[in-house]
């Protein structure tokens, strides 16, 4: 479904609706650093699975998963 003018009616500054060239730049810009905050999340967790992997070869899978409880707990791996 296409954005038109009256899906971005929310999008007010001040008193002013945005116009639907403003309104797009804007879920733009927004798109685009969610995208960025993604590739981060993902490239600091891919870092720190592949440090795991090669610091237990003989059994990654345990320490894995007992690096991902510790994330959850807040602890430290």
């Given at each position: 479904?296409?954005w038109?003018?009256?899906?971005?009616?929310?999008?007010?500054?001040?008193?002013?609706?945005?116009?639907?060239?403003?309104g797009?730049?804007?879920l733009?810009?927004?798109?685009?650093?969610?995208?960025?905050?993604?590739?981060?999340?993902?490239?600091?967790?891919?870092?720190?699975?592949?440090?795991v992997?090669?610091e237990?070869?003989?059994?990654?899978?345990?320490?894995?998963?007992?690096?991902?409880?510790?994330?959850?707990?807040?602890?430290?791996?």
């Amino acid at each position: 479904m296409p954005w038109t003018s009256k899906h971005l009616r929310w999008l007010n500054i001040n008193g002013k609706q945005i116009t639907t060239t403003n309104g797009k730049r804007i879920l733009q810009v927004l798109a685009i650093l969610f995208c960025i905050i993604l590739f981060i999340i993902n490239y600091k967790g891919f870092t720190d699975i592949i440090v795991v992997i090669q610091e237990n070869p003989d059994d990654f899978w345990r320490a894995l998963f007992k690096y991902f409880m510790d994330n959850l707990a807040g602890g430290e791996g």
